[in-house]
């Protein structure tokens, strides 16, 4: 006697489910290999004398703390600014809105050299925003203020798409109850909207921050001087070898880490919590 037609179908859908499986396992566990093995050799099988004296030294020690410091400025500018940008694009229709937002996620596929570059047409100061801000004594080139604008042009993309999306997830009508109730559109905002959307935001903002800290191309064509984290790798490695580079960019490494598991933990209590 025959078997049904069902069960045949449904004995060749788990077979191929399970080689499905299999292959793309393979194939994930290749790119994971790929990604984690340079990052924990890196951390992991790295001179901890040497690790130890990168923590002990004044000039890395100023370097990573310049990087730091700079991002910060950088996502808390990006916040001010970008913040708002991404509820125009979550709540408002508007001529050109679809070119907008793609123009947004241009720094993140230009060339980061390039973006020094451009940057560097418009800051510089032979050229008239950058003759403006010297004028009330600001220099982007060689300073702290060149650094900011470096990490803020080549991140903020990141903050502003992570804002819209949250945004966008919380339900327009939550907002509308709130005005029918007498609450103005600031109050609508600040006491609805924003906190049913601030975990991705800081989430947003954190990822920013770390992608701001690992910037080298656009910062160096500014202001390759006072020298952040990632130009003192180059600077040690060009110099020294590698032996003088694995350290300072190890202790980078570790940072970034700290800040992506901040960031899963802060998605998972979202995603928990939704």
């Given at each position: 006697m025959s078997k049904h037609p069902g069960s045949q179908l449904r004995g060749k859908s788990r077979g191929g489910g399970q080689s499905l499986n299999w292959v793309f396992t393979l194939l994930g566990m290749l790119?994971?290999?790929?990604?984690?093995?340079?990052?924990?050799?890196?951390?992991?099988?790295?001179?901890?004398q040497a690790l130890g004296q990168a923590l002990l030294d004044p000039q890395t020690l100023s370097s990573i703390g310049l990087t730091i410091y700079a991002a910060l400025i950088a996502t808390a500018i990006g916040f001010v600014l970008g913040v708002p940008?991404?509820?125009?694009?979550?709540?408002?229709?508007?001529?050109?809105?679809?070119?907008?937002?793609?123009?947004?996620?241009?720094?993140?596929?230009?060339?980061?050299s390039a973006a020094g570059i451009a940057l560097l047409f418009v800051f510089g100061s032979n050229f008239l925003v950058g003759r403006g801000?010297?004028?009330?004594?600001?220099?982007f080139i060689d300073s702290l203020a060149g650094i900011v604008i470096a990490m803020l042009f080549v991140s903020v993309p990141i903050l502003i798409t992570?804002?819209?999306?949250?945004?966008?997830k919380v339900d327009v009508r939550l907002e509308k109850v709130a005005r029918t109730l007498g609450a103005s559109p600031w109050q609508a905002f600040a006491r609805v909207t924003f906190p049913l959307a601030w975990r991705s935001i800081l989430a947003g903002s954190l990822?920013?921050?770390?992608?701001?800290?690992?910037?080298?191309?656009?910062?160096?064509?500014?202001?390759?001087?006072?020298?952040?984290?990632?130009?003192?790798?180059y600077q040690r490695f060009e110099t020294y070898g590698l032996a003088q580079a694995i350290p300072v960019a190890a202790i980078?490494?570790?940072?970034?880490?700290?800040?992506?598991?901040?960031?899963?933990?802060?998605?998972?209590r979202r995603d928990a919590g939704a």
């Open positions: 790119i994971l290999l790929f990604i984690l093995v340079p990052l924990f050799k890196m951390v992991f099988l790295s001179n901890k940008l991404a509820y125009l694009f979550a709540r408002r229709e508007f001529p050109g809105k679809g070119i907008l937002e793609g123009l947004i996620d241009l720094p993140i596929v230009v060339p980061h801000f010297k004028a009330v004594g600001i220099q992570s804002a819209k999306e949250s945004f966008r990822m920013m921050w770390a992608r701001g800290m690992s910037e080298f191309g656009a910062v160096i064509i500014l202001a390759y001087h006072p020298t952040v984290a990632p130009i003192l790798v980078m490494i570790m940072i970034s880490a700290l800040v992506f598991i901040g960031v899963q933990t802060l998605l998972r």
